[in-house]
């Protein structure tokens, strides 16, 4: 099931996932991941035809509840951890590259 | 001999030591300890006497108290309390503040329990010995060149040392009932489902569960009964009525059926664990209850299953830390791509990389089916097995794990090695069962050894009755 890892299977998934690696990391990384697939590719051993997959094991439906509005916390609240904010809003940096 | 949280409060309550003295005395045990240990990563010691004082001030009033009234407790570093960091000990959330309390804090808060800070774990809890911890190294009390397990070493290692008498861990996959064996002391998973998430920082939200950590298992009870309960804050928190889990303590073992795992009886298990459980298995006897043999034919698909699972489940979850709201962000960033991926990549270590990257892989295009749905179909099959299985038996006995306490630095370059640790304990969260490890002896090295009861779902009152017959048994001069 699994292909080989390669360093550019190991840069392509890391893209998905937003992050990258340092060309130094990525041979331990080739290889730890192939370990790992290696090892979990165990479970197509078993024949899974016909069972019903397990998300979650609650037993429960999944409960609803009225819309309300219940207040937690505000805005200045909830900007205590931004990283840059202004006027009540997360700032980000530009989409597009900026120059110089 | 650690104080147990009954003896604890039958002094707080009798007047002979006040709950600021308490608090002195772990605060002290920590300063004198924790340089050593590692065991906090931050300590809330004027806030905690602060708090010990004003329980003083009621009791002496002679005002109704909460269960755990003046009562200290260690924190596991993923859990909010409002105006304290948390930080996963993770590089990631290192400046954040909790805006909010856990469910699990509140209901603390509401039973008069003092915090004394939070404690060290692997990062964002993906691993099994706090070594993944981006912000502290945490050694073994019990043994000084060893890990603590994990990934609520921390919070084990506090428990053990003596600087608090109560912890809260999370498991995800282990991570309360292996450091509690690897540290001497009780761990309970609880059903998933049966303590709120919220406010629990999110690794695998389909695994993950808050437990209580203590020195014997009327304390862990008395924790759970604290923490338990329905939250509509936590839409997969269970609705029943939660039951009281001190009930069946003390009562007689005749007539339990307790089951064996012939499946668990593996190459690599330690000479002396098995000894352990030949033990606890006469003891059984010898009390009149029965012991069979069951089968839960999918052991060794379990730990697959879980990576798959929990990774693609922590891929999701931690795609929230993106240098946006409540993380760092890298600095010298050009553009908003180069945020994502730039604080990301400095936030996150090595381990929580990994899993993100085989998570990210099992839910792509082409390899979903193969690996995330085939894992979840594997899941049916082990609660299957688990099902059958408590139709023989009305708990299942194991050891916790395979060996005891491992060296610092012994699996730390081999990921599937450190993921096998976990062997005897994953399948409880997979299944959602609750299950409890205890201490049960220590080795030839002087290493504590962890023996574990699994119960099926809401079953943790019996399984607490027969873990504390157990635990007294080993804890007995022999």
New interface residues.
Partial sequence: ??TEITRDT?RH??K??????EEH?LDT?VS??S???N??????E?D?SG??????????D??F?EDEIAP??DQD??L?????AESGH?L???????KG | MLSTLGSIREKLGSGEISSEELVQNCLNTIQGQDEKIGAFLQVHGEKALESAREIDRRRQQGEAMGALAGIPIAIKDNINIEGFHTTCASRMLENFISPYDATVIQKLKAAGAIFLGKTNMDEFAMGSSTEHSALRKTVNPCAPSCVPGGSSGGSTAAVAAGMAPLALGSSTGGSIRQPAAFCGVVGLKPTYGRVSRYGLVAFGSSLDQIGPIASDVPGCAELLQVIAGHDPFDSTSAPNPVEDFSAWLGQPLKGLRIGLVSEFETEGLQPEIQAALTRATAFLKAQGAECVTIQLPHTEYAIPTYYLIATAEASSNLARFDGVRYTKRAEGIRNLQEMYTQSRNQGFGMEVKRRILLGTYCLSSGYYEGYYLNAQRVRTKIIEDYQQAFQKCDLILAPTTPTSAFEIGEKTQDPVAMYLSDIFTVPANLAGIPAISFPSGKDQKNRPIGLQLMAPFFGEAKMLGVADHLHRHFAAPS
């Fill in positions: 099931m699994s190991v998934y890391a998905l996932a937003q992050l990258s690696f990391e990384f730890q991941f370990a790992i697939l090892y979990v590719e165990k479970i197509s078993l899974l069972i019903e997959a397990t998300a979650q094991v609650f037993p429960w999944t409960p509840r937690r916390f609240k909830a205590i951890n931004a990283p840059d997360f980000v940096p530009k989409v597009i590259d900026v």
